[in-house]
């Protein structure tokens, strides 16, 4: 049984949440386009398509449609909440839909989508703020690329436990991950659930 693992909304909507516990929630404070629990993703492009655009201090989305439509959008699987779901329902509350794309594929992964685009094999990608914070930091290939949109502030990624796990150890564990976050900074680096 799975005793700790973290894990995308998309997932836990599809129906793993059925089968696991919530631990702690990740607090996304340190990165542009997060707050405390919530985060967003970047939408980001080739370097010389487009405006940069800052992360919202609201946490509403912001979609430049005119820039999207038309292009070719990648993203990293189909039940991630960062890479797509999000970004689909933004389009949604704009009365639009990923049919404002003129082609969608999968790339496996966020870094694979920041490489395909700076590659010139995809236009736009739906990345979360901390993985386009860590691509920021080691993938060479983000320097080719650059945020034009955000989608709205939702649930990071939290931290679970199999649904078996007895109520002392996911205690034990909630303590674990407080003391660990504890000392690293001032702030908090998870939020409790529960």
């Known amino acids: 049984a799975l005793l700790f693992g973290q894990t995308c909304?998309?997932?836990?909507?599809?129906?793993?949440?059925?089968?696991?516990?919530?631990?702690?929630?990740?607090?996304?404070?340190?990165?542009?386009?997060g707050q405390g629990e919530l985060y967003s993703s970047a939408l980001v492009m080739a370097a010389d398509g487009g405006?940069?655009?800052?992360?919202?201090?609201?946490?509403?989305?912001?979609?430049?449609?005119?820039?999207?439509?038309?292009k070719r959008f990648i993203f990293n699987n189909p039940d991630s909440m960062s890479g797509l779901i999000a970004l689909t329902r933004d389009l949604e509350a704009m009365g639009e839909s990923l049919d404002i794309f003129a082609s969608r594929g999968e790339s496996g992964g966020h870094r694979s989508s920041i490489v395909a685009i700076a590659e010139g094999r995809a236009d736009i990608a739906a990345i979360d703020c901390e993985s386009w914070a860590l691509a920021q930091r080691f993938e060479p290939s983000a320097r080719d690329v650059k945020v034009v949109g955000w989608t709205a502030r939702r649930k990071g990624l939290p931290y679970i436990t199999a649904r078996t796990t007895p109520a002392p150890i996911i205690a034990a564990m909630r303590e674990a991950v407080a003391?660990?976050?504890?000392?690293?900074?001032?702030?908090?680096?998870?939020?409790?659930?529960?």
């Not at 909304?9 to 607090?27: D, T």
């Not at 900074?185 to 659930?193: A, I």
């Open 179 to 194: 003391a660990v976050e504890g000392g690293a900074s001032e702030q908090p680096f998870v939020q409790r659930v529960g």
């Open 51 to 70: 405006s940069s655009v800052a992360s919202p201090q609201d946490g509403k989305a912001v979609i430049p449609l005119d820039l999207l439509r038309g």
């Open 9 to 33: 909304w998309g997932p836990m909507e599809l129906g793993l949440a059925r089968h696991v516990q919530l631990i702690a929630q990740p607090n996304y404070n340190a990165f542009k386009g």
